[in-house]
């Protein structure tokens, strides 16, 4: 069984601020990772699919960096919008098949 | 082809009924995904399709839950005798095989089940 694990589980950001939360995965037999944005009502979409290590992956004010060998990677957030308020989901691949989630971290940007 | 749709989006039904959720992935998809979502937790495997053929079932999933794809473009995902934890949101993603396949999974909008 795979663990991905996502740290926190939610945050609360004040509008403006910056801010990371990170995604553990098992280092062996990695394949990619990829990072989803999901707000309410809406279908996951995805944001970046990361596959070598050191990668760093930018989008706006999006970015994500991957260290396969450690196993983790985090996502930040800079100059936080209400429009950012979604649960942010990793994914985990091994064999390119089926991808393995993590429990999210729901972010709310306040006003 | 807009994206991935799935019917119908609420479901309401009493324990011990049997529900019938299908999905339309993108067209041109080969794979297709199914996912099951709980409150507070991430999304978790079911089962998948390439083409008509079920290549993966989790090995959590009881026999009462069965999917399809039998003319390799929509699927059905359907449950028996549900319980009341089956309560969930179901997801079904596609995603394309081949040369530019980078694994992303395109996720429709899902279908909440809630049983009584």
Known sequence: ?111 | DTGVSQDPRHKITKRGQNVTFRCDPISEHNRLYWYRQTLGQGPEFLTYFQNEAQLEKSRLLSDRFSAERPKGSFSTLEIQRTEQGDSAMYLCASSPVGILNTGELFFGEGSRLTVL
């Open chain 1, 1 to 111: 069984i795979l663990n991905v694990e996502q740290s926190p589980q939610s945050l609360h950001v004040q509008e403006g601020d910056s801010t990371n939360f990170t995604c553990s995965f098992p280092s062996s037999n990695f394949y990619a990772l990829h990072w989803y944005r999901w707000e309410t009502a809406k279908s996951p979409e995805a944001l970046f699919v990361m596959t070598l290590n050191g990668d760093e992956k930018k989008k706006g004010r999006i970015s994500a960096t991957l260290n396969t060998k450690e196993g983790y990677s985090y996502l930040y957030i800079k100059g936080s919008q209400p429009e950012d308020s979604a649960t942010y989901l990793c994914a985990f691949t091994a064999a390119g098949n089926k991808l393995t989630f993590g429990g999210g971290t729901r972010v709310l940007v306040k006003p």
